[in-house]
Nanobody
Framework: VQLVESGGGLVQPGGSLRLSCAAS????????MCWYRQASGKERELVAS????????NYADSVKGRFTISRDNAKNTVFLQMNSLKPEDTAVYYC?????????WGQGTQVTVSS
């Protein structure tokens, strides 16, 4: 099982980034996919999730209206489009796959929002 995030980096406040997570080694379309983030000195928090078919999404209140999660089951990839970024969005962002009690994590990608 492998989850590989990409797309992080340094962006100015108000800017945008698109994170990608490429999955392999499991039946991607059977898993709920999630994006979490962990800021320095804080606990990891759920940012967004999407059901296995992509028909339902959920977001943390702090990112609603600014972030969009999506998936391409044909390419085994989940995305997180992040717009109107704020300094408080600075964190390591992790991709996670969930099915019943089975969970897998990526290694994370750093997002820094700063002028």
């Amino acid at each position: 099982v492998q989850l590989v995030e990409s797309g992080g980096g340094l962006v100015q406040p108000g800017g945008s980034l698109r994170l990608s997570c490429a999955a392999s080694g499991f039946t991607f379309s059977s898993y709920i996919m999630c994006w979490y983030r962990q800021a320095s000195g804080k606990e990891r928090e759920l940012v967004a999730s999407i059901t296995n078919g992509g028909g339902s999404t959920n977001y943390a209140d702090s990112v609603k209206g600014r972030f969009t999660i999506s998936r391409d089951n044909a390419k085994n990839t989940v995305f997180l489009q992040m717009n109107s970024l704020k300094p408080e969005d600075t964190a390591v962002y992790y991709c996670s796959a969930l099915r019943y009690l089975e969970r897998h994590w990526g290694q994370g990608t750093q997002v820094t929002v700063s002028s």
